[in-house]
Each structure stands twice: as structure tokens, then as C-alpha cells.
């Protein structure tokens, strides 16, 4: 039977862990700390510190982590679990629901054994992501605590237009649907401030009109949920930001004539208003670093090397906005915006990708913990090592804040109490 973290809570009421690392990061951004315990009991941390500051029971279990660094579970703030198997949108398309959803399932538990223990789903087709979360709930299948968007809004013919009753073209049909989202369940809101790569649409281009977004926003805080928004295109990034949209995904700052800018007054208003940006920034860096690969050994074709320059363009200008972000004080909470199946466990690239342009590796790690939570309004639940705390933890070789990538491969991963 798989995982549901309310009734383990329940059948474990009594149950103690001792978890005895090297080192420990608690997620906030504090330096790590030496010589201290974590406590969990059932799903819950109740101690964070001196062994010899808490009286544990000798019926205790005890888990000895030498050399190890343990740290909040990883949090996946942008994630399609059940968006197609193989190939581009089109090939998504072909997919019935069914298979989408079994893909779900076989991303989830990948994920979870990767060390990511929460992930934001940004986007299935029809009622998929609330039968991928729903099933999870059930004890169904191992995975991280899904969050469901449900299907991302969109303008007619807008991008994702393909997941279906979704498309909304004015600000009361914008709440309408926000209304519609939350009715049958989502967790937070999703629209598409851009077209991107559904065919028919343009990234270069802005879609809904920033009343549109707005109303978008004004609707879902009446029922305290965030919003997230695609912002490929340039234009579409200044609209979000002055709507409030809580998390603004991907920051192309596409032109219509394929350049790449950058708004510097559209970022002060997201420093201003305290909002969250999610870079995205593996989802050039697999096609470049497999062409990368191929014209070592000199076989790429016309149109390989012609994809390449694309993906180094676009890798490189993302890369130099996000260390510009960073000295505004923008606050990022990191996503992948990975799809299809085996394809949804590259946050730590987007994590190495971040250190590359100028990050802190501590830094790094916040925006895959306590930001991803905070982002969501779930920083009170998980996010940091905190007595209080959900029990979502995982340990790795060595010490993450010298080498990020030693977050490839977690030794343990631990979620609401539980070792899976």
C-alpha cells in the first residue's frame, strides 16, 4: 500500500526517530550546524538540537547519519507529473487520460526517491491532476505532496488550450474560471500570461490583458490561493507583476523578433511587492547539453547546430537576467518545468544552474525549500527543519552548501515521519 501521510500519522502516534547527522541545514539560510539531533515523531519534528537536550525514550529508533548532511525535503515548484509521455505538444495531445495519469504516477514516485517531497503541478489535461493528487491522498502510490492547478487558464487558442475547458477571453470570464478551478479542487491558480509552445500560439507575445491577470488574482485571494503565471513573452512580465501574480514562472523576456531583453522595471515591482519568481532555467539546458555532447564528437546536423545556438542563447541571457534578479532582492522558489515520462527529476540541474549564475549555493537550496513552501502560503507546514514542522527531510553525501550536486543523490528521503 502506498504512503498517506494521515493515517501513518495516526498508526505511528508513538513512534520515535532519532536522526544523528554530520551536519545539518535547516533550510532557512542559517550556516549548518554540527553536533545536533532531529527528533520526529509520527509525521512531526519535535526537536531540533543537543542530544543531550531532549530526553529520549529508550524505545527511540535510532538513525545514525555519519558524514551525512541532511536538510529540508526539496520542493519542485513548477512540475507537469501527468503531461504526456514522449515527444513534443503535439504527441501530448495524442495521449489518452488514462495514460497521462499512469505517467503521473511512475514521475510521482521518481521524484519522491530523488528527494523531492512536495511539487506544485502546473498544468494536466481534463480532471488528470486532481485524480493524480486524489489517488495520492488515498495511500494509491508512493509520491511527493501534490498541489494541483487543475488545467491552467488560458485565452481562446491559448497556450495549453489543449487540456480543455479552460480558455477565457474577459475579467468575469477570468473570475468565472478561477471560481470553476477552486469549485472542483485546485490548490492554487495557473494561468498563461503568454503563449509558449502549444502550436498556434507565440511566446513573443502576451496573451491575457493585465485587467485580465488582475482579476485573476483578486479572485483567488478571496479564497486565500496563490496564482502562478507562464511570462514568456517580455510584455506579458510588467502586466503580471503589477496584477500581484504571487509566482511569476519562466522570465523569458522574449521579444517578437526572438531577442531576449530584460525589464528592470518590471523586476522592482516584483521586489516591491514581494513576489516570487521561478526561473526555470533547466528546460534549455538538456537539448544544449546533449548537443554539447554530440559536437564533441563532431556529428550534429544543419538543424542540430542551428538548436544548439538557440539553447546556449537562451541558456546564457536566462542566466545573466537571473544574477541581475538577484542583485534587485528578487526572491525565487525553483521549478523545473519538467514533463513527460522520466523527465520530472531535474531540479538539482536547475539548482547547479542557479549557482552557475552567481547564487550561493545556500541560497540555492532555500529557494528549493523554505521558498517553495512560503510561495504557497505552506511555509507553517514544511519547507525548513523546525520542531513543528512536517517530518519532510532527506540526507545526502557530504555538505550541499560546498557542492550542490551532491543533491543528485539523496541517501535517505524521509517524508511526514516516514523513511521511504
Keep these: 500500500m502506498g504512503y498517506h501521510y494521515e493515517s501513518t500519522a495516526t498508526m505511528q502516534r508513538d513512534q520515535i526517530t ?96 530523488a528527494g523531492i517531497t512536495t511539487v506544485k503541478d502546473c498544468g494536466a489535461r481534463n480532471r488528470v491532476a486532481f485524480d493524480l493528487r486524489n489517488a495520492w491522498k488515498l495511500g494509491l502510490f508512493d509520491g511527493p505532496r501534490i498541489l494541483v492547478c487543475g488545467r491552467p487558464l488560458c485565452i481562446t487558442g491559448g497556450h495549453f488550450r489543449f487540456c480543455n475547458d479552460n480558455e477565457c477571453d474577459s475579467p468575469w470570464d477570468v473570475r468565472k474560471r478561477v471560481r470553476q478551478m477552486l469549485a472542483e479542487g485546485a490548490d ?4 498563461m500570461a503568454s503563449g509558449g509552445g ?4 507565440d511566446n513573443s507575445r502576451p496573451s491575457f490583458e493585465e485587467e485580465e491577470i488582475q482579476a485573476a488574482v483578486q479572485e483567488a485571494e478571496k479564497f486565500g490561493k496563490t496564482v502562478t503565471a507562464h511570462c514568456e513573452a517580455y510584455e506579458c512580465v510588467g502586466r503580471a507583476a503589477r496584477a500581484g501574480v504571487h509566482t511569476l514562472a519562466h522570465l523569458g523576456f522574449t521579444k517578437p523578433d526572438g531577442t531576449r531583453g530584460f525589464d528592470e522595471e518590471a523586476v522592482r515591482t516584483i521586489v516591491q511587492k514581494g513576489l516570487y519568481v521561478d526561473p526555470t532555467l533547466q528546460t534549455a539546458s538538456a ?40 542583485r534587485m532582492g528578487v526572491k525565487f522558489a525553483a521549478g523545473s518545468d519538467g514533463w513527460g515520462l522520466g523527465k520530472c527529476t531535474r531540479l538539482v540541474r536547475t539548482l547547479e544552474l542557479m549557482v552557475e549564475s552567481g547564487m550561493s549555493r545556500s541560497d540555492a537550496i532555500v529557494s528549493a525549500t523554505k521558498n517553495g513552501a512560503e510561495s504557497i502560503r505552506m511555509g507553517d507546514l514544511y519547507g525548513t527543519i523546525a520542531e513543528g514542522k512536517e517530518a519532510d527531510i ?12 551532491v543533491l543528485r543523490s539523496p541517501v535517505m528521503v524521509m517524508q511526514a515521519g516516514r523513511i521511504i
Excluded at 502549444?198 to 500560439?201: F, L, V
Excluded at 532527506?394 to 550536486?405: K, L, Q
Design 18 to 113: 532519532v536522526l544523528r547527522p554530520g551536519l545539518v541545514f535547516d533550510g532557512t539560510g542559517a550556516a549548518s550546524k554540527k553536533n545536533t539531533i532531529i527528533v520526529v515523531q509520527a509525521s512531526k519534528i519535535v526537536y531540533v538540537g543537543s542530544e543531550q537536550g531532549f530526553d529520549i525514550p529508550a524505545e527511540a529508533r535510532y538513525v545514525d547519519l555519519p558524514g551525512k548532511s541532511v536538510l529540508p525535503g526539496l520542493v519542485d515548484s513548477h512540475i507537469h507529473l501527468a503531461l504526456g509521455t514522449y515527444g513534443g505538444y503535439l504527441d501530448v495531445m495524442k495521449d489518452t487520460d488514462g495514460i497521462q495519469l499512469a505517467t503521473g504516477i511512475i514521475n510521482a514516485r521518481e521524484m519522491l526517491h
Design 188 to 191: 492554487f491558480i495557473k494561468l
Design 198 to 201: 502549444t502550436p498556434g500560439t
Design 287 to 326: 537539448q544544449r547539453d546533449s548537443l554539447r555532447e554530440k559536437k564533441k564528437i563532431g556529428t550534429l546536423t544543419e538543424q542540430e547546430k542551428a538548436a544548439l545556438e538557440a539553447a546556449e542563447y537562451k541558456v546564457k541571457i536566462k542566466q545573466e537576467n537571473l544574477a541581475r534578479m538577484l
Design 394 to 405: 532527506i540526507a545526502v553525501n557530504g555538505d550541499p552548501t560546498e557542492n550542490i550536486s
